[in-house]
């Protein structure tokens, strides 16, 4: 959830209408959840849940095969993967599958393997929906001191790794 | 200026601007961030405010009561199973025209338990005397406190109110919100003048003891105060309007109706999705156009009767259901209309936080057009068998 606020929030900060939001109602660590993002031009009024998104991150790649997180996607879709190592499962055609390492690089750069600063870099780089400068927006106004510092180290390396590799 | 943010936290802000002088609540799903966001502003005496922490929403709202009836600005937020248990004290609360205002994050009531959104709480208070102002975003759900102050405070209504809105669709949404500032909220809400308060030095009781010959007098002015407030909805969604440039003068809100065939009457965050599908269909052709329901309690009937009067059909689509009859809302509808040729033709919907997309108010319409309503749309068979 707190990934979709982000991105919610650097797209708003980047000029755009965004909305985030939970699918779920049990708001608990380690629980696996789903939440959405959306943003437009326009002022967004579509409250229903997404069923075909342009971009997925996953961010454990555990539960893949469980769940089967590519649903939906379309054609040209990329999905963004934390892991470690190589996805051992059938990707659909057309969908662009970025896997990065991004719990090794939040602890490298946060000391806590918690991913969804990096994940939004892998995300911004990927994508090209917004720039790097309004997710450094964002993230400055979640994080303050040496806390943003970092959070921002680790983005911008998860999206030096994503362009990197492009 | 546009800010972007969590529903809670916008309400939370909105209220703090809106000066409230006893704050009781007690926290429950999906209304927490809300009075944890309070509790915050108050212990860093960024409002300056009671904030009194009780074990129950029975405590909560009777506390709302006590310092309404002395004489404070007050407010509480909660839903679900915590405004059930706050039923005997909302009577209370209208029969003795007290003034509160009440977030409603309205959330689906058990058995069996579910946090998710419907409007079975709020809609089950239908009778207790509380307006009922439903919000379609955020923008509107943090105005709405504002407006609901002043309405409820005016000395031609002096009557409490809910403001509702979606739980998690809403409270839990990250969207941009024009926020007022301060200033601006005081010119428009001015310091809290009661009616009449409770004084040591001039003693008045409320609430007390009516025998037959005296009770059905104050249910009849009680009545008539919910009836008349429509009057001052208006001017006060009117003035916020010219204040701010967001109108809130009517109690109800057309959208592409003037040439509808099948108007949608909506309420609360729904009215967004309807919208869009709303736009889909004109595009297939189909003339279909919404009136969404803002103020459910008063509810505006000529209005609505003067809204619906060109269209061949009404779907009503209702996130709540009167056990043994229908929704709530297509009952109004039914009864404002009554005595036109118009059908009305109920859908109880998204009980228990069940999605709706738009594809479902396109197959709802093309229901209506075939004259089949008064349905629990979207049922899972499978599981009824």
Known sequence: MTAAELIAVAAFAGGVFSQAFPAFGVERRGAPVQAFVRFDNKKIRLRSQIYEPDYIIVQDSSLIGDVNVFHGVKPGGIVIV??????NYPIPEGVNVISIDATSIALKELGLPITNTALMGAFVAATGEIEFSALEDALKQRFHGDLATKNVAAARAAYDFVKGAA | MMEIMEGSHAVARAVTMCRPQVIAAYPITPQTHIVEALAEIVANCELDADYITVESEFSA??????ASAAGSRVYSATTSQGLALMFEVCFNVAGMRQPVVMSIVNRALGAPLSIWNDHQDSISLRDSGWMQFYAEDNQEA????????KVAEDHRVLLPSFVCFDGFILSHTYEPVDMLNQEQADSYLPPFKPYHRLDADDPISFGLFASPDYYQE????NDQALRSAQDVVASC??????????????????YRLDDADTAIVAMGSLCGTVKDAIDELRDAGKKVGLLKIRSFRPFPAEEIKSALSGVSRVAVLDKNISLGSKGAACLEIRDALYGSQIPVLGYVLALGGRDVRKKDIAAIVDNAEKGRGDIVYGLREELLK
């Open chain 1, 82 to 87: 934390n892991t470690e190592k190589a996805i």
């Open chain 2, 61 to 66: 709202l009777s506390a709302c009561l006590g």
């Open chain 2, 142 to 149: 943090t105005d709405l406190h504002y407006i609901a102050y």
């Open chain 2, 218 to 221: 104050f249910r009849y002015e």
């Open chain 2, 237 to 254: 969604g009117r003035e916020f309007g010219e204040m701010f440039g967001r109108d809130y003068s009517g109690l109800v809100e057309a």
